[in-house]
């Protein structure tokens, strides 16, 4: 009730901003609530895995595919122990089916309705990326040094065979991400990553939003 009474006030003003909020699921997100899409307001809603969004005269086609790997799995079993111990109401802190998922059979029916996928949405990002950041905004534009080098947990592998598997039928020059919560960059074949900030810790004023960054050759 708490998180539904922020989306309402949320939503007076996105309608007046004429704007969406579309959702796709983290690790850290019950499932049910996409998978059923449980929040339907008039401007904020969640959609499940391999919802295509498409968008300026259908020239942009987002498919959006949620899920990651939770790395403090164990702190939350246990958290969510501690509360629900003496609690009638229990909360849960922790989902198994929070991986992403490689659904071949959605993915032939997007080719079978000949929509051409040419933009990933996703909460985590494939295997084996070499990531950039600026490290010198907002003065100097191009400066980045490596942040991480390889990415190779299990649901980086997932999100690596679902890129094979879209690649075929596919050429997306865009992928979008979340989940490493920080203003990175980097490439995939011939896809650009962009990897975004927390949406509650935005760039300060004048920093240059992860989208417009180039990493070197």
């Not at 295997?127 to 190779?152: F, R």
């Not at 299990?154 to 203003?183: E, R, Y």
């Not at 004048?206 to 070197?216: A, Q």
Request: aromatic residues 10%.
């Amino acid at each position: 009730n708490y998180y539904m009474e922020i989306l309402w006030k949320a939503n007076k003003t996105l309608q007046k901003l004429n704007t969406y909020i579309i959702m796709i699921r983290g690790n850290h997100d019950d499932p049910d609530y996409f998978i059923n899409q449980k929040i339907q307001l008039s401007n904020i809603f969640t959609i499940p895995d391999y919802t295509v969004i498409q968008t300026n005269n259908n020239k942009n086609n987002i498919l959006c595919i949620g899920g990651a790997l939770s790395t403090d799995k164990d702190e939350r079993l246990k958290e969510e122990d501690r509360r629900n111990k003496h609690r009638t109401c229990k909360r849960k802190l922790y989902w198994d089916n929070e991986l992403p998922i490689l659904n071949v059979t959605e993915i032939n029916n997007i080719v079978k309705s000949n929509i051409n996928i040419n933009i990933l949405a996703t909460h985590t990002i494939p295997q084996y990326i070499t990531l950039y950041h600026n490290t010198n905004i907002p003065t100097t534009y191009g400066k980045y040094i490596k942040y991480q080098t390889t990415t190779n947990t299990i649901d980086n592998i997932i999100m690596n065979d679902i890129f094979t598997q879209l690649s075929k039928s596919f050429n997306i020059k865009q992928w979008f991400a979340g989940h490493l919560h920080k203003p990175l960059i980097g490439k995939k074949e011939n896809t650009t990553i962009h990897v975004m900030p927390l949406i509650d810790n935005p760039p300060r004023f004048g920093e240059i939003p992860p989208v417009v960054l180039v990493p070197p050759k």
